[in-house]
Structure formats: structure tokens, C-alpha cells
């Protein structure tokens, strides 16, 4: 099975969609996130076991039912993180979520991105010129420890936000975000800084 297009995918370098492999990825992982939608929440350790087995990493936090991630093992949280319920996770690079972190419901982690030029973005058949998909271009996402993402709040590709950094609900977040500061809006934008002695600037973990 030809494998370059995780490779160029997992090194930030254009990649044609759909391609096999990926799609095979995509559908195993779907497989195991599905059977963590549907293991009920009383079952709280065989939930982390799961999460634990599906991502790159995960603490003592908690992840609510449904969750929607394409891959699974190139996110990695801290410990004690929240995520709300109908958060999507598109992870062909890293995303990476620092301990103690809250996510609202509905927040969108998206690293992947296409060209903006329609003549480089659209795929083309080699033999007939047909259009058959997209190229793609994935960057990762850090977010920092302490932060709040707020509901419905749309984090891009190539971003980070800094340790206890609160966006607000429905902001789309296009670049990145100090630390210790209120931001939001569309495109997201600092309002105002938040004034605490608890938030310590550190490597996310």
C-alpha cells in the first residue's frame, strides 16, 4: 500500500484527497471511536482505557459522548482535560491540549486546510483531467494549560493559544493567542487581558 500521503500529510506537505490509505486509517479509527460513542457513561474505566488505546495520549480527564475525530492517535491531552459533548477533532497533524484545559460543546479542532488557488487545490485524474477530489495541507494546533475553549468556537490549522487563554463561544480562531488573555469574535481577536497569579507559562503537558 502506498503510503506517501500520511507521509506528506504528517509533514505538512500537499496531499491528494480521497486517497485509500488514508480512508483505510480513517475507517478503523472511526470503528473504535464508535464503540466509544456507544459504551455508556457509568463505564467510566473501560471509557478511559479506550481513550487511552484511540489517542496519541491521554490523561485523567473526560471526553462526552458523541466525540468525532479522524484518526485519534495524533491528539494528545494532559491530564484533566474536558471536552464537551459533539466536539470534532480533524488531527492529520498534531493537535495537542495542555492539562486542565475545558472544552465547551461543539468546539472544532481543524488542522487540515486546502490551497487557496482553485487550480492547485482541485485534483485532477492524470489520464482524463477530470476533477476527483482536493489536494489538502494539515498544520497542527497547541493549546496551552488552563485555557477555555468556549462553545462553538473554531480553532485553524497553525494556530496556538497560550496558557490561560480564554476564547470565546463561537469565535473562529485563525491565528495565534497569547497567554492569560479574553479573546473572540470572527476573526477571533484579544479583548482584554485576564489579571490571575495561578497560570504559569509552561510546555503544554
Not at 507521509?7 to 475507517?27: C, D, F, H, T, V
Not at 498534531?94 to 481543524?110: E, H, K, M, Y
Request: net charge neutral.
Amino acid at each position: 500500500m502506498d503510503t506517501s500521503a500520511y507521509e506528506n500529510m504528517r509533514a505538512g506537505k500537499s496531499y491528494g484527497m480521497p486517497n485509500p490509505y488514508l480512508i483505510g486509517l480513517q475507517i478503523d479509527a472511526r470503528a473504535k471511536r464508535d464503540a466509544y460513542n456507544a459504551t455508556p457513561m457509568r463505564e467510566a474505566e473501560q471509557r478511559q482505557a479506550m481513550l487511552k488505546d484511540m489517542l496519541g495520549s491521554f490523561g485523567t480527564g473526560m471526553i462526552l459522548s458523541p466525540v468525532v475525530w479522524e484518526y485519534g492517535k495524533h491528539i494528545y491531552f494532559g491530564e484533566r482535560v474536558f471536552v464537551n459533548f459533539d466536539c470534532v477533532f480533524l488531527d492529520g497533524a498534531d493537535i495537542r491540549v495542555g492539562s486542565n484545559t475545558v472544552i465547551g460543546p461543539r468546539a472544532q479542532f481543524l488542522t487540515a486546510g486546502h490551497p487557496l488557488d482553485p487550480s492547485e487545490r482541485i485534483k485532477l485524474d492524470p489520464e482524463t483531467g477530470i476533477p476527483v477530489g482536493s489536494h489538502c495541507v494539515n498544520k497542527p494546533i497547541t493549546i496551552g494549560r488552563q485555557c477555555w475553549i468556549g462553545a462553538g468556537a473554531i480553532i485553524l490549522g497553525g494556530v496556538t493559544i497560550g496558557d490561560g487563554t480564554t476564547i470565546g463561544a463561537g469565535s473562529v480562531v485563525t491565528r495565534d493567542v497569547a497567554s492569560g488573555v479574553l479573546a473572540a469574535g470572527n476573526p477571533c481577536r484579544v479583548i482584554r487581558e485576564v489579571v490571575t497569579d495561578r497560570v504559569r507559562p509552561s510546555t503544554v503537558g
